[in-house]
């Protein structure tokens, strides 16, 4: 079956640092791959995502890169700030039902001034 | 801008209570989900509907059941409510066919209290 598993949290950093959030895969088929983000009182939001092996999905800074060879899909930022503070969410679509997501723990951000 | 709305932001009930979380949508899309939100354990489904009346049971239905009357509308029903239900309630909705991925664009989220 599908299964997504990130990197526990909270991670913690300090204003302009750089962030990596560990997620990775099993599945069946080939799926697509999404991050969402959820700030604080608000619903889940897509942030980027990545349909086929070696794509990069990025947006306001974040990028990631479906890679194949070792089922992961990690978030990156060059330079992370308070604004970004959220909980951010790993997800897959699962074979043969294409709308329906398997989604991580979820690994929530806290950056400090 | 797609907009999805929740009934309540927090709700309290207690063990035994029927509760029904309300979710409606504005764009006319064909799908609708609900989920529910534990720490550590990120969103799981628990209903999925893809047309009016129409229903599928996700990951974790049991002590759950939905109804959809209209398309705009998407309500999840605790026949008897346990606090072992106590959780974050999420709706979402995505346009298309459920054999596709849509952008699924989620509501505020109900926190529910089962004393």
């Known amino acids: 079956g599908n299964s997504v598993t990130q990197m526990e949290g909270p991670v913690t950093l300090s204003e302009e640092a750089f962030l990596t959030i560990n997620c990775t895969y099993t599945?069946?088929?080939?799926?697509?791959l999404f991050w969402y983000v959820q700030y604080p009182g608000e619903g889940l939001q897509l942030l980027l995502k990545?349909?086929?092996?070696?794509d990069k999905g990025s947006n306001k800074g974040f990028e990631a890169t479906y890679r194949k060879e070792t089922t992961s899909f990690h978030l990156e930022k060059g330079s992370v700030q308070v604004s970004d503070s959220a909980v951010y969410f790993c997800?897959?679509?699962?074979?043969?039902?294409?709308?329906?997501?398997?989604f991580g723990g979820g690994t929530r951000l806290m950056v400090k001034p | 801008d797609v907009k999805v709305t929740q009934s309540s932001r927090y709700l309290v009930k207690r063990t035994g209570e029927k509760v029904f979380l309300e979710c409606v949508q504005d764009m006319d899309h064909e799908n609708m989900f609900w989920y529910r939100q534990d720490p550590g354990l990120g969103l799981r489904l628990i209903y999925f509907?893809?047309?009016?009346?129409?229903?599928e049971k996700g990951d974790i239905p049991e002590g759950y059941s939905v109804s959809r009357e209209k398309k705009e509308r998407f309500s999840l029903i605790l026949e008897s409510a346990s606090t072992n239900q106590t959780s974050m309630y999420l709706c979402?909705?995505?346009?298309?066919?459920?054999?596709?991925?849509?952008?699924?664009?989620f509501g505020p989220g109900t926190r529910l209290t089962v004393l």
């Open positions: 599945a069946t088929g080939y799926p697509s």
């Open positions: 997800a897959l679509t699962r074979w043969n039902a294409g709308n329906m997501l398997t």
């Open positions: 509907s893809y047309d009016v009346k129409m229903k």
């Open positions: 990545a349909t086929k092996a070696d």
């Open positions: 979402a909705s995505s346009s298309g066919q459920p054999s596709s991925y849509n952008e699924q664009f």
